[in-house]
């Protein structure tokens, strides 16, 4: 066996493959012809493909710049690119299709057409309105994003206009309120409107790409000339166009090695099909197989429940799945609870992560997801009564978010005139320029896009803090230099708060504590997926999310919407079998109101028309929105004044000692003594022992 590295300097290849289990040994070893990777979750795919590449460039038998690595995210690109770094390894292109696609389309597009690539457009949306109104098709915002999906799912699936309303119906596409042949007519004049803008979009960055290749002969080999090894990370989710531009790129050779799990297929409505991973071995009957089982990222229990999952799975995906053998000590047993409505429901995960983060788990390894984007309001608002910090993340990359990309415009500006200027230091000049983009100390009352706008500029301010720390003598040069670095790489800043995501937006990502909330039926499954391949993509789905966690699992769902609503749900289908058996009640955590509350209380009702007050923010203000305010004014600015003076003594946002709906309800009650304050929502026993005088104060002297 040789040494740790050699003559050099570099890692010596034994050494490479010292450093992998068995399967991914055999899988870095398999380095001729075809390989497929069959890689369940959390079983080190990312670290056997990097090493595999590292371990053929350093024995000699690959040259690095010979070797074209593709992924889905510039995310999972730049992460393999920093562990070949590590490993010794430079020269090797590691990009998304996407990127890999432009490159080359950029470079020969001049060659074969005598004309620059046109430009990319930035959002379709603005298109696809123009081409509706052509049609004269009503199309909301909604609508318009509707339409745009299904005409980015068509190119992907390489389904022309024409032909999609037959295409469309033999795969029981649905688009909301829109007939095919509706979409049909909508998706040719968005063509008609693209091109005479002179303007292309992503999907047809790949489309000329594979036009060159397939046209033109030049093209084709001087690709296949530069590559000769490739390796496709995530291949469940390879649409139509990309399988037939990797088939170009490979021409008649067979030197791939693809990698990807059949029960992370969760993309399909988007074009992804897992049939190529499914059939690779059909494809390449001489083709090496291996497949990655051992789990490193959770423990038994959780595994067990991912097992469980896929135990009662159907379909061709659950032909393929990967059975994961744990390989971490044990740990907590994962919970399953029943709860009476989703307000319960959210004060219940809250005060779970209030109670971790006591026993020392960081916010920001903890994380809260669920199936649509509509279920995160009620855990926002339980999260932001308990003080405790939180940011949702979006589907949208960060450096790609419109405030994002003003705000680095402001600050490289803002840089170059500082050169000349005095300045105020890194933290002071960055919340000065991101104030005059509109943001603000103080969170924003509500949730929605408002607030995801703060959110992405309180990031820069979180991550300006953090330079400002490790670089004393950064200023908004060095500030606007790591943007942009962190821009190629696509690493997003983050807060030190709690992750609120969709189960599809939490794919690639992991916590020590996952919350799956709002797991019944008609959510998990959603209710529109009705096809036995719909309701198999749903279990695959809720899989993910369950080999999100590194220890702490917990499942939840309620019977009822709002609270005093009739207990109509049930648990998801998918978790018949997985979840001990035995009555939902036993499975209620101690210390929260669940169905079996104190009847007494009774359901909170408006103290001005005596209605039910079934939404979260009606609770909190003690009255229905619409219902006549009490509001004190004057009060209501001294609070917001007391609030933001304490918030910069103690060095924490606003919302995190009393909400501005809190604040609203203490405006209107005025309340004289403890009592009456303590019966006013979000003020829990420890607000009021911290903050209680000084509001009575406050309200005493109004």
Known sequence: ?????????????????????????????????????????????????????????????????????????????????????????????????????????????PQVYKSELP??????????????????????????????????????????PDDYPAVAAKMGRQVGGYDFATVSRVFAAYEEVRRDRGVIDLEDVLLCATALLADDRKVAEAIRSQYKHFVVDEYQDVSPVQQTLLSLWLGDREDVCVVGDASQTIYSFAGASPDYLLGFKRRYPS????????????????????????????????????????????????????????VVESESIALAIAKLAAEGVPYREMAA??????????????????????FVRGAERFFDRPEVRQAIVLLRGAARAAQEDETSGLVVDVRTVLGSAGWTADPPTGTGAVRERWESLAALATLADSIAQEQPAAGLAEFVAILEERAAAQHAPTADGVTLSTLHAAKGLEWDAVFLAGMHEGTMPIIYAETPEQIEEERRLLYVGVTRAREHLAVSWATARSPGQRARRSASRFLDGVRPTGSAAADRPAGVRGSGRSKSKGVAKCRVCGKALVEASDRKLGRCFDCPSSLDEALFEQLREWRKELAAEQKVPAYVIFTDATLTAIAEAKPSDRAELSRISGVGAAKLEKYGDAVLELCDGS
């Open 369 to 390: 997801l669920f199936r649509i984007n509509a279920q995160s309001e009620a855990l926002e608002q339980a999260l932001a009564e308990r003080s405790i910090p939180y």
């Open 119 to 160: 430009p990319i457009v930035d959002t379709k949306l603005r298109l696809v309105s123009e081409a509706a109104n052509r049609c004269r098709v009503d199309a909301d915002v909604a609508g318009r994003r509707d339409l745009a999906s299904e005409i980015e799912w068509a190119k992907v699936s390489n389904v022309r």
């Open 1 to 109: 066996m040789g040494g740790v590295t050699d003559a050099t300097g570099l890692p010596h290849p034994d050494a490479i493959l010292d450093a992998l289990d068995p399967e991914q040994r055999e899988a870095a070893l398999a380095l001729r012809g075809p390989v497929c990777i069959l890689a369940g979750a959390g079983t080190g795919k990312t670290r056997a493909i990097t090493h595999r590449i590292a371990y053929a460039v350093l024995s000699g038998m690959w040259k690095p710049q010979q070797v074209l690595a593709v992924t889905f995210t510039t995310r999972a690109a730049g992460e393999m690119r920093t562990r070949l770094r590590e490993l010794g390894v430079v020269g090797v292109q590691a990009r998304t299709f996407h990127s890999a696609a432009l490159r080359q389309a950029r470079y020969f597009w």
């Open 287 to 342: 083709a090496s197989v291996v497949r990655l089982v051992r789990d490193y990222r959770s423990t038994p229990q959780v595994v067990r429940v991912a097992n469980g999952l896929l135990d009662a799975a159907r379909g061709k995906a659950a032909d393929k799945a990967v059975t994961l053998l744990a390989q971490r000590p044990d740990g907590p047993e994962p919970t399953f609870t029943e709860h009476a409505d989703e």
